[in-house]
């Protein structure tokens, strides 16, 4: 929210309000944080803003004119931003250019960093698991849209097009922490581009990912291309794969514009583009992503019980994003698939070398995000030390790494770099363990430099120099209290108390008086003085001046220490990919590029299994092949219907993700897409209709899903009418095995459908054992051959305690029900089957096939209403007989 700021007054003003007003209008969209000394002051409105959000005291700063003031300490400045900024501000931090101490009159002061949601790289606010990206969105009207992201604490740089319809679900995978969007005056530009760019609000608003408008012109196609070639040091960005791409461009120049404006400094880490090809990875929409809770549950959002929880055993946290990014990404060829895979197993196989490797990365921390920090000229010398004690480690690496098999390993020991220079630089340069704070001294190791030493030296004899100096004055002047102190104001001082006023020799200067004792000064002690503090600052200053030479000569090395930070980080992936498997006896799945096969042995649900503490998790079988690509599944509630669904969509995923998987054997053609639609029951509300959520979902599948998908279906067809729903659920199915030929795992409650499935040539019923035991039935929570024709569902509503006068008349209704509706799929069936036969080769335009609904509509049009009308909610048992009693009457039955 921008703080407005009342127009300069009328009365006379400093020249340090000035100077405010001055930072204040090149920022006005954020609240400025003005250094004054030990602490960065807001005024006028965002003062009061940053009082409200942090709680702090609203003083006035000019009494006559009452302008509100907040202040921050400069110490404490990290958290407090980081609050403000999460609570969706941007804040800009007007810097003191120069030593207060130096300079006459008032100090130079300049915006030296602009913080926003997408760039809030501090430590405290980073999750070092998580990237965090920023992202620009050239929605200029064209075929697609233009996206480019960052994320500054590591450098990362990726760009991508984005069809319109494609768009939701691009922003959803990135996940960027910030938007930034042309902001296009109404008069300006096409109809078309306003529309996009609504759209793009639209859906940020609905992702609640904070806006940021930039000027129309920033996106800018050829102004693009030059800062991308400036940025990357390049003459020509043919390699990069965006030189024919206007919107790419575009999106990558407002970007760099927008950072450059934001960060003053350099952009040092942001040294590669790599532009995202779709066509190179695994295409997972939103609604999987979320469901198959691959990075965030969907109970809190939170990590626990996803499957990157389980996966991630890494030793870093960069390690830890790039798995995040390969399970978010997995693969869709097989060449780079297997490279992974390869490199998984071997690492799997020599548990030995696994070992070592580890080691020499455990406590190697984020060399990514360390890199980063020197790149940007935010590092600090605690950063440096982290950095030389991870590029020791590198070398344990490179062995570790010698003598592999797998091209993928090997070639990573060859993009390690120990940079043993600037580790054995740094380490001869700073302390082991070197304050917080860089001006203060204390940062150079003895003996690195003698000009340092020397002036230590002189501060530290000048001190003794003092106290034995305060030894003499005693002995002198037979006061056993005088002491010698220092404050800023005077310096240093001999204190005496009021007690032994007159006692106090001639030569000695009267300076200050206190309450109980008054404050001298001699000439000698000025003079040491002198030398003290004149030591004292210089060696401040100069230890200050040689880490800022060894921070530039580190941030010189930029590309090299990200080289090897993406090196390191991949190694700890796949070193965690490689423990899971062991720990968990996962096996190396076999890819092959036949669309139909998918062959699981023994599959376990790599998330479920994991919680289980009491009983063991059952494993199961999934088999598809050319003869069998969709299973309809039946089974109880509560009996594993969409466990068994979820473990095979993750089973696929991991595995084209490089990873082993949890089964005892699988085979695998590899899968373009993987869809899934699960049921209401399972999923979360958002605000629309379930059913309509739900059908939009499925005419998405339906549209999209290729003989290459793999279909996860949960009960379509659930969230309406009994018999609406069976006639949708009959329908997809059909057109899934008919005309789209995926591969389709499809549960359901409609028992009926075992039918459908009995009758389809390339289709097969299955189901979840339970066993009867009296009146109990007792979940096995295995897949068996074949379909039920019970669905146990007053069993389950007992479990749950509905009372046992219900549960009876339900048995009875139930009872009459299936006697009534025996007939009806064999109807269906035998009409579709006709006319599937007829329509056998299917060189005419395909024949209609009816449908319930056509069944119905022959024969009773008030009926057919009826039926639509009908609210299940609402419907008690005997009425939902009667309408049964109808239907039948009304299909001609007796
Ligand atoms: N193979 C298995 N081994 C052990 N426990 C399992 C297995 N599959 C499922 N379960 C347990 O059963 C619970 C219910 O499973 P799931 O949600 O898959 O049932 P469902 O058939 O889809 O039920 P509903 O019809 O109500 O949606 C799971 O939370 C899990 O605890
Ligand atoms: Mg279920």
Redesign the pocket.
């Known amino acids: 929210m921008p703080a407005k700021n009342p127009p300069s007054e009328r009365v006379q003003e400093t020249p340090m309000m000035r100077q405010y007003r001055a930072a204040k209008r090149k920022h006005p969209q954020a609240l400025l944080f003005f250094r004054m000394g030990d602490f960065y002051e807001l005024f006028f409105d965002d003062a009061k803003v940053a009082a409200r959000e942090l709680g702090l005291a609203l003083t006035a700063r000019d009494k006559e004119r009452q302008v509100p003031m907040a202040g921050v300490p400069v110490r404490a400045m990290e958290s407090y931003l980081v609050r403000l900024v999460r609570a969706g501000h941007t804040v800009a931090i007007c810097e003191q250019l120069q030593d207060p101490r130096e300079c006459k009159g008032i100090v130079e002061r300049d915006v030296v960093r602009v913080v926003s949601p997408g760039t809030l790289v501090e430590d405290e606010a980073l999750v070092g698991s998580e990237p965090l990206f920023v992202l620009a969105v050239d929605a200029a009207a064209g075929a697609d849209f233009g996206l480019a992201w960052a994320d500054l604490s590591t450098g990362a740089f990726r760009c991508a097009a984005a069809a319109p319809a494609a768009l939701a679900e691009e922003l959803a995978r990135i996940g960027p922490a910030e938007i930034v969007l042309a902001d296009l005056h109404e008069a300006d530009g096409a109809a078309a581009t306003h529309r996009r760019l609504a759209l793009v609000r639209e859906l940020a608003a609905r992702e609640e990912i904070p806006l940021t408008l930039r000027p129309p012109w920033t996106f800018d196609a050829r102004n693009g291309a030059r800062d991308l070639c400036e940025q990357l040091g390049v003459a020509t960005l043919e390699p990069y794969g965006v030189a024919d791409r206007p919107e790419l461009l575009a999106a990558c120049g407002a970007l760099l514009d927008y950072l450059r404006d934001t960060q003053k400094g350099t952009l040092g880490q942001i040294r590669d583009l790599r532009r995202h090809e779709p066509a190179r990875h695994l295409i997972l929409d939103r609604a999987t992503r979320r469901t198959l809770e691959l990075v965030r549950s969907q109970q809190d959002g939170g990590r626990d019980g996803t499957l990157l929880a389980v996966l991630d055993r890494c030793e870093t946290p960069m390690g830890s994003r790039r798995l995040r990014d390969w399970l978010l990404e997995p693969l869709v060829e097989l060449s780079a698939i297997l490279a992974r895979q390869e490199a998984v197993a071997e690492l799997f196989e020599d548990h030995d070398r696994s070992e070592r490797l580890r080691a020499a990365l455990d406590g190697m921390g984020d060399l990514e995000r360390t890199a980063g920090k020197v790149a940007a000229g935010r590092a600090g010398a605690r950063d440096l030390v982290a950095l030389a004690a991870a590029l020791e480690r590198v070398p344990a690496l490179v062995a570790g790494l010698s003598g592999c098999a797998a091209g993928a390993l090997a070639d990573l020991g060859g993009r390690l770099d120990p940079l043993a220079d600037l580790a054995g630089r740094i380490r001869a340069t700073l302390v082991e363990d070197p304050p917080l704070n860089l001006k203060e001294g204390g940062l150079v190791r003895d003996g690195f430099s003698s000009e340092v030493d020397e002036l230590r030296a002189l501060a530290r004899g000048g001190k003794d120099y003092l106290l034995a100096l305060q030894e003499r004055e005693i002995e002198r002047t037979g006061i056993p209290s005088l002491k010698v102190g220092f404050n800023r104001v005077f310096g240093y001082y001999l204190e005496i108390t009021h007690a032994h006023r007159e006692r106090v020799p001639e030569d000695y200067v009267r300076k200050q008086t206190l309450k109980n004792a008054e404050r001298y000064i001699t000439p000698e002690l000025k003079e040491y003085e002198a030398k003290v503090l004149g030591a004292e600052e210089k060696v401040k200053a100069l230890e200050y001046e040689i880490f800022t030479e060894l921070r530039e000569a580190a941030a010189a090395e930029t590309g090299r220490l990200l080289a090897t930070a993406a090196a390191a980080a991949e190694l700890d992936a796949l070193l965690a990919l490689a423990r899971v498997a062991v720990e968990r006896r996962w096996c190396r799945p076999e890819l092959c590029e036949e669309p139909a096969v998918l062959e699981i042995e023994e599959g376990?649900?790599p998330v479920?299994e994991a919680a289980?503490r009491d009983?063991?998790?059952?494993?199961?079988d999934t088999r598809l092949g050319p003869d069998s690509r969709l299973v309809v599944l039946t089974?109880?509630?509560?009996?594993?219907?969409?466990?068994?669904l979820?473990q095979t969509a993750l089973i696929v995923l991991l595995a084209q993700m490089g990873s082993f998987v949890p089964a005892d054997r699988a085979r695998i053609g590899l899968a373009d897409r993987i869809f899934t639609r699960l049921?209401t029951?399972?999923d979360i509300s958002r605000g629309q209709s379930t059913f309509m959520v739900e059908m939009v979902e499925t005419a998405d599948i339906l549209r999209n899903a290729s003989e290459r998908s793999l279909l996860l279906l949960?009960?379509v067809g659930r969230g309406t009418s009994t018999f609406d729903g069976l006639a949708i659920a009959w329908a997809v199915c059909e057109y899934v095995h008919d005309r789209i030929g995926a591969r389709c795992l499809f549960?359901t409650?409609y028992h009926q459908l075992t039918d459908l499935a009995a009758g389809l040539e390339r289709a097969r019923n299955q189901n979840?054992a339970v066993r009867e035991w009296g009146d109990e039935i007792v979940?096995l929570?295995?897949i068996e051959e074949g379909g039920t024709d019970r669905s146990y569902g007053i069993h389950?509503a007992r479990l749950a305690g509905v009372p046992p006068e219900v549960l009876d008349r339900a048995r009875e209704v139930l009872e009459r029900l299936e006697r009534d509706e025996e007939g009806l799929s064999r109807r269906i069936l035998g009409a579709a089957a006709g006319a599937a036969a007829a329509a056998e080769p299917p060189a005419e335009p395909a024949p209609v096939q009816p449908s319930l609904f056509d069944l119905l509509e022959a024969a009773d049009e008030d009926l057919l209403e009826e039926l639509r009308r009908t609210e299940m909610d609402a419907l008690a048992p005997i009425e939902a007989w009667r309408l049964v009693e109808r239907i039948k009457r009304a299909l001609g039955a007796p």
């Open positions: 376990r649900h479920v289980l009983e063991p998790f059952v494993p199961n089974g109880p509630n509560m009996s594993g219907k969409s466990t068994w979820r049921g029951g399972d949960d009960e549960a409650h979840v979940f929570h295995r389950v």
